[in-house]
């Protein structure tokens, strides 16, 4: 049996506080939780007699923050790109733009062959289709038919399989059956009784962001900022024609005029067969993720954040075992503690704004707005921590109010079965200079219970003002057993402007899939490009999925007898 250290493990899982590193100056021990002092001083009693005196000799050492044009990872990992912008899958089909989330579902027992999903949020016209914004003062040019459609392939998602070579790397199968892309153009059906919009199918699935896996192998991925491709609906207009003018960003509604009520949605993505649907029940809004824990009546408890500056937590349950489209839809108010139903017939203010459940969920903003939902900093990603079930929401920032830094915040149901009404809603962990991290996003559990996740400071304001000192967006890790039980630490940087984004564990813990998503975003023209990742020289800066490999990260997923300490 594995010897844990009691006091340094029941610390981390009680979720009482976190004990930090300071990591650039290596020795400082702060809380991570808000409260100062006394606070810090309350979280480090029970732990400080099992890290005190290895602080300069934890196994889990970590990086400092960096801003090299570079994936630099801590020592004792490595990585492998996959695949990367414009490769090709098949004879026909080429890898999106700007990958984010992925999933990895095995086609045998030992996890070595399998099916990758990535989603491609959105593109940069400069580098998929030659189009230049004008400057300001400059007259506005109108992007051709050929570059929309340019830009139209390079969003949606991607199906590759990957197969461990007779190294052990991990490589792309060309030209496999599975290898298939979603884009702009796909046409995907609505899981729906009713027409959306005056149709039973959409064309085009896009600003495809986080997304989460189904208990029987399905992905599901989140349309989030799908305003900026074909706007989105004044609905003050009763007839529902005009188009908000400051959701038109990419021009595409100029050649293509589609509803822009056929986005926004949550997409279930058959990997095995390609079949798609856009599943209604669970509202429209800027979803970041969907995140499914199974009831054990076989039920389903959907969790999904719309991303946006104050937005609201939803929670769909289903009414019957395995049903993605059957069910009720609820939005948080975090104040109270309470899931309130978003059912047109459980609530009378409902009936007097809208006219259906499916306007309901149409305007789903609205609804829950009428209903006290709670105004939170951006909901972006939502996991279920493996050992205490509690279910861990990245609350990104709120920069309007001052809220530069973010939190991690934990939800716990008053029901194990994740189906009850009622919850409190925890603070985790906040970002700022005591943790050494900023604007935390994607999040992930490894199989031993260690919490990973990214961050996501703004190109614009990376490596300036109140982000100037995390400089390029990161990796961290909160082990779960060891010396370092507790700890934040930075494990890699990304490139000039990049994130890292879809951190997806393998089935055997010994990959972590990563996206790195827009390096040289920032960059003026191609002549004068802020970033060269992957490939180096004069190179264009590439979007890639990357598996992340190496003994720490060994250490940390299979927490292996000899990497822990004893007593």
Known sequence: ??????????????????????????????????????????????????????????????????????????????????????????????????????????????????????????????????????????????????????????????????????????????????????????????????????????????????????????????EENYQYYYGDTDYTDPEWKRRRPETLAYGWEKHFDYPPEHYGWVVEVDLKTGHARKLVALGRCAHECATIFEAPDGRLVVYTGDDDNDQCLYKFISSKPGSLTEGTLYVANVETGKWISLDIEEQPILKEHFKSQTEVLIRLREAADLLGGSKLARPEDIEIDPITKDVFVSLTNNVPKKDYYGQILKIVEKSPDKTSLEFEAITFMAGGEETGFACPDNMAFDQQGNLWFTSDISGSKMNKGEYEIYKNNGLYVVPVFGRDAGLVVQVASAPTDAELTGPFFSPDGKTLFLSVQHPGERSPNLQELTSHWPNGGDEIPKSAVVAVTGRLLERLTLGREEDLPQG
């Open 1 to 222: 049996m594995k010897k844990y250290n009691r006091r340094a493990i029941l610390q981390f899982l009680g979720r009482a506080g976190i004990v930090t590193v300071g990591l650039t100056s290596g020795a400082s021990m702060l809380s991570g939780c808000k409260g100062g002092e006394k606070a810090a001083q309350k979280t480090v009693e029970g732990v400080e007699d099992v890290i005190k005196s290895d602080l300069d000799n934890m196994y889990l050492v970590g990086i400092e923050h960096s801003d090299k044009d570079d994936l630099v990872l801590a020592e004792g990992l490595d990585f492998d790109i996959i695949i990367q912008w414009g490769e090709p899958i098949s004879d026909k089909d080429t890898f999106g733009f700007n990958n984010d989330y992925t999933a990895f579902v095995p086609l045998d027992e030992k996890g070595d062959d399998g099916l990758l999903w990535v989603n491609h949020e959105y593109m940069s016209p400069m580098f998929v289709s030659g189009y230049m914004r004008p400057a300001e003062g400059e007259e506005a040019v109108e992007k051709t038919l050929e570059q929309v459609e340019k830009e139209q392939y390079e969003v949606g998602g991607t199906i590759v399989r990957i197969k461990k070579d007779s190294e052990g790397k991990w490589r792309v199968v060309h030209n496999d059956p599975h290898n298939r892309r979603f884009t702009a153009k796909t046409k995907i059906p609505f899981a729906w009784d009713e027409p959306i919009a005056g149709s039973n199918h959409a064309i085009g699935t896009f600003a495809n962001c986080s997304g989460g896996i189904t208990p029987w192998g399905t992905i599901l991925t989140a």
